[in-house]
């Protein structure tokens, strides 16, 4: 039976269609929140271009979207560079963002060579992103089939052409640049043996997609795998037929919602709207049964088994999960004791008790199990999936807890993986050590809450610690992480800026700016990277342009280190005085006390702008066992 091609979205129900024509009755009073709650079901096309069209009319009256940002929802204004028509799809990229948490206003350029384009425009202003939308068919060199020296040739040339389109883009257009891979061009001659002979069309489509990976890893730009989205889906499906000719279309409308689903969660995650959690239920989903009702051994889970096999492997999918750095939890209605067993016992299980972080089983509300997940982790329900076999308990977190994204899942468990791979909710711009090692930060983080509990607290737990705090400037080698950290802060983000990686560097390059990471360790383990300062030298004053943190370590004197040794940098150069500025958001109000608390003195009457004068600082105590500055 085939899936469809966005088989993780529920289908609107009738009274979810009328609370949609509902919503947009009236486009001067949106309800984004609740736009935002129906973004999870599959409306269609032209739902999508309905909710698109209402929001774009709304911001052409309220170009500051205030209600969009109170929603929690982020304003992208693209450039969208195309080979092909995009026109057809630009009202439904706005309403594909919503489901990611993005509003994404469009302007389009089609039927452009996108190098040649940017060499002769200029914009006013920068765009949030540039998304260049190209084909295939520039890769076509037939005149020296079987020559790989002029395969190499002619894709570098390629590719050293996309290099200069990005460098172009992020110098006068956005900082922030989305690519997407080639598919093969069906209108091609083909043969069986192509993957061996040089020069062919399907090689150099292949060559010039693995060339671009290096480009994205060199530059700090997202690659969205189009060739693997097609290949997913079946290139007959994906082809466009007569309406490329017609229409000039790059692919058929059946596959439109899909390719923006995937665009703008992509653009989601530029802006540090990811997915880090996985919340899983038990029953009838990591195993086949109940084991209150059919016991440890009556479980189906295991080889020789089919339904016990299909089970086996969505454990296998989401251990792999968990090695790239996604936190795996349990909510489940269950007994404690015997569920818990299953992972201790039962000797077919992959998961073990120790790969996840926490464990929510009880007969209460799953919704409210997730949020007490999240104030543990604190880590935003934005950031959370939520598995279940179970259609009500699906539905009851969807509704209750629409940040959550909740994946719908067919009756046969052997689908899932396929399911939540066309979703793929954790898409990751890179993989740092940060990542794979999250699993045992938040260990580590467990086992010092509970001495904290225990010890009550205070100066001397947290000279207990025995914390070592290094901090130095932004060097290579991490400047991926950096850049992760500064896209993914959301709660200690005073100034709510997203600097690129590119961006990031050439900061690091100015002379006027001060940029520091920081990472810390203690006696349970290394946090890894878990701050990062930008400060630019205006003169006599010195501006905390970005200063993020990971909230697992606010409350432990972290801010008051870097505090520190940005005064200590201050009175190098001659400065008198730091000022910081604090945007509020809906979700960094645990740092809209920092400035004060840190002894900065306001200076207007709203609570935004802060000075410290450097003279009148005083060096605090510190419970770091040693602080390194390289």
């Known amino acids: 039976m085939s899936l469809g091609t966005t088989p993780w979205l529920v289908n609107a129900t009738p009274s979810e269609k009328s609370a949609l024509a509902e919503s947009l009755a009236g486009r001067e009073s949106l309800d984004f929140h609740e736009l935002r709650r129906l973004s999870a079901y599959d409306f269609g096309m032209t739902g999508l271009r309905r909710v698109g069209r209402s929001v774009l009319a709304y911001l052409e009256k309220f170009p500051e979207g205030e209600k969009i940002a109170e929603a929690g929802l982020v304003l992208q204004r693209a450039l969208v ?19 990611h948490g993005v509003v994404v206003v469009p302007t389009i350029v089609e039927y452009e060579d996108a190098l040649a384009w940017s060499h002769r425009s200029s914009v006013a202003s920068k765009f949030d992103v540039a998304i260049v939308c190209q084909n295939s068919r520039s890769l076509r060199n037939s005149q020296s089939y079987g020559s790989f020296d002029a395969e190499k040739e002619f894709v570098g040339e390629r590719l050293q052409e996309t290099k200069l389109l990005v460098n172009r883009l992020q110098d006068d257009f956005a900082s922030k640049v989305l690519l997407q891979t080639l598919e093969e061009d069906q209108s091609v001659p083909s043969s069986l043996l192509d993957v061996g002979l040089a020069n062919t069309h399907r090689r150099l489509v292949r060559n010039y997609n693995d060339g671009l990976g290096f480009i994205a890893a060199e530059l700090g730009i997202l690659v969205y795998d189009l060739a693997s989205v097609a290949s997913m889906i079946g290139i007959k499906q994906w082809w466009p037929g007569r309406y490329l000719h017609s ?24 802006c540090g709207k990811s997915k880090r959690v996985l919340v899983l239920d038990l029953d009838n989903t990591l195993w086949g049964g109940v084991v209150g009702d059919d016991g440890l051994e009556g479980l189906k889970l295991g080889q020789g088994d089919a339904l016990g096999e299909a089970h086996l492997a969505i454990q296998r999918y989401v251990l792999e999960l968990k090695n790239k750095g996604i936190l795996l939890c349990v909510s489940s209605k269950n007994n404690h004791e015997l569920a818990i067993e299953v992972f201790r016992s039962h000797p077919d299980m992959l998961l073990k008790e120790t790969d996840i972080t926490s464990f929510q089983i009880n007969w209460g509300d799953k919704s409210k199990s997730l949020e007490i997940v ?83 607290g205070g100066p001397d737990f947290l000279r207990s610690l025995q914390m070592e705090l290094q901090v130095s400037s932004f060097d290579p080698v991490s400047m991926k992480r950096i850049a992760q950290l500064v ?62 943190m990971s909230c697992r370590v606010i409350g432990r004197s972290v801010e008051d280190a870097l505090l520190n ?47 410290l004068s450097v003279d009148d600082y005083l060096t605090p105590e510190l419970p770091f066992h040693t602080i390194i500055k390289i």
């Open 81 to 99: 560079l195309s080979t092909a028509t995009f026109s057809h799809m630009s009202e439904m990229l706005v309403g594909a963002g919503l489901r």
């Open 247 to 270: 229409a000039k279309l790059p692919f058929s409308m059946e596959c439109v919602p899909l390719y923006l689903d995937g665009v703008t969660k992509l653009i989601a995650l530029s």
């Open 374 to 456: 999240a104030s543990e982790l604190q880590i935003g329900l934005e950031s959370f999936v939520f598995i279940d076999d179970n259609p009500v308990e699906r539905k009851l977190v969807r509704d209750r807890l629409p940040m959550v994204a909740v994946p719908e899942l067919s009756a046969d468990p052997s689908d899932w993986p396929v399911i939540l791979n066309s979703a793929a909710y954790f898409e990751q711009s890179t993989l740092t050590t940060e990542d794979i090692n999250r699993h045992k930060f938040y260990a580590g983080e467990q086992k010092r809450r509970q001495v904290a509990a225990d010890s009550k």
């Open 487 to 548: 896209a993914k802060s959301n709660q200690f983000n005073l100034t709510t800026l997203r600097y690129s990686e590119a961006e990031l560097i050439r900061l690091n390059l100015d002379p006027m700016c001060v940029c520091f990471q920081a990472r810390l360790s203690d006696i349970f383990g290394d946090n890894g990277m878990i701050s990062v300062m930008v400060a630019k030298q205006k003169e006599s004053i010195m501006d905390i342009d970005l200063w993020v």
């Open 565 to 611: 040794l940005l005064v200590s940098e201050a009175k190098k150069r001659g400065v008198n005085a730091i000022r910081g500025k604090f945007l509020a958001t809906a979700r960094n109000q645990i740092v809209s006390d920092l400035y004060q608390r840190l002894g900065f003195s306001n200076t207007d009457s709203s609570v935004e702008n802060w000075l």
